[in-house]
Nanobody, 124 residues
Framework: QVRLVESGGGLVQAGDSLRLSCTFS????????MGWFRQAPGKEREFVVG????????YYADSVKGRFTISRDNAKNTVYLQMNSLKPEDTAAYYC?????????????????WGQGTQVTVSS
């Protein structure tokens, strides 16, 4: 059974950076596409970024292009989300998702495994 544990969230000011980590266990990490979603209060969970199990390509939501970068380290079974130039509208709970041997999906129901989430709050 896949287990995903996110870390790295926190309270920052607009313009700051954060790096989220998601540690994967339970299965063979290199066989899983990995993604990040986020959910703000009162809103639906939305796709942020994903990377194929092949290591590429990567896909980004328009709202984060040029500011966020996803990377994966198969030796450490970890996927990272580097977030730069954070904005108040980036405030949300961020969730790590996994999908075995599948393409990166833009919809949450295309992913099979989820972490518990880590909160990111950006103050203005």
């Amino acid at each position: 059974q896949v287990r995903l544990v996110e870390s790295g969230g926190g309270l920052v000011q607009a313009g700051d950076s954060l790096r989220l980590s998601c540690t994967f266990s339970g299965r063979t990490f290199s066989r899983y596409s990995m993604g990040w979603f986020r959910q703000a209060p009162g809103k639906e969970r939305e796709f942020v970024v994903g990377v194929s199990w092949r290591g590429g390509p990567t896909y980004y939501a328009d709202s984060v292009k040029g500011r966020f970068t996803i990377s994966r380290d198969n030796a450490k079974n970890t996927v990272y989300l580097q977030m730069n130039s954070l904005k108040p509208e980036d405030t949300a709970a961020y969730y790590c998702a996994a999908r075995m041997l599948g393409n990166v999906g833009l919809k949450s129901d295309e992913w099979t495994d989820w972490g518990q989430g880590t909160q990111v709050t950006v103050s203005s």
